[in-house]
């Protein structure tokens, strides 16, 4: 079996929502659903994957807005963040509301928080969870050891790194979750952002100018 992914460009942010699949099976998961939940359902179709599961990496609107109603409509479990994201989860409906995300935002709850070493099972294929705050204090990245492939949200793009001028953010705690969970990963992991194009482990650590370190190589 293999992994298989497939970005999927969502809300006015461009977010990158991510379906992944056993390539075998044809079952997977879908991370960050943060809005337009009929072209996730279509690319799914397209794709032929059934969706078991639904990953967040942080509680963020264009990140997690439209999870709770899209597992209802598809009865599928919601797993991450981790819980010190909970204030961000909870005020999803408000911050919808706010910037024009709509009536598609419901309350909701995580069926699972995830904690640092714990990992997530996607039809037969094992992703570690790594909890890495600083972005969001409950942000977590899922990495396939097998595939070579982190889904790490907004904690760092090609070229930049996420913000944290946002409720809760921290600078320390962000650069110290990239140079202490992330770079570990190792040179040849490929990552998806929540925005941007992919990049891997190894060019962020070496030109990356919020984080690279001649100290780390």
């Not at 397209?46 to 990140?63: A, R």
């Not at 409509?73 to 991450?80: F, H, Q």
């Not at 070493?117 to 600083?134: I, R, W």
């Amino acid at each position: 079996m293999s992994l298989k992914a497939a970005i999927i460009p969502v809300t006015p942010f461009q977010q990158n929502c991510t379906l992944i699949w056993n390539d075998e099976t044809m079952h997977g998961a879908v991370s960050d659903p943060g809005g337009d939940i009929d072209r996730i359902l279509e690319a799914a179709e397209e794709m032929g994957v059934t969706i078991d599961k639904i990953l967040l990496t942080h509680g963020h609107l264009d990140h997690a807005a439209a999870a709770g109603d899209l597992a209802k409509r598809l009865g599928v479990k919601i797993e991450g963040p981790h819980k010190d994201d909970l204030f961000l989860i909870e005020g999803l409906p408000e911050q919808a509301e706010r910037f024009g995300f709509g009536a598609k935002t419901g309350s909701y709850l995580p069926d699972r928080w995830l904690e640092e070493g714990d990992t997530v099972e996607v039809a037969g294929l094992t992703f570690e969870v790594h909890h890495c705050p600083g972005h969001t204090p409950g942000h977590v990245i899922f990495f396939s050891k097998e595939a070579k492939l982190a889904i790490v949200g907004d904690v760092i793009f090609q070229g930049s790194i996420g913000r944290t001028d946002l409720p809760r953010g921290n600078h320390e705690q962000l650069i110290s979750s990239i140079r202490e969970r992330l770079w570990p990963l190792g040179d040849d992991v490929t990552f998806v952002p929540g925005h941007g194009p992919l990049s891997t482990i190894g060019a962020e650590r070496q030109t990356n100018p919020f984080v690279a370190d001649m100290n780390f190589g």
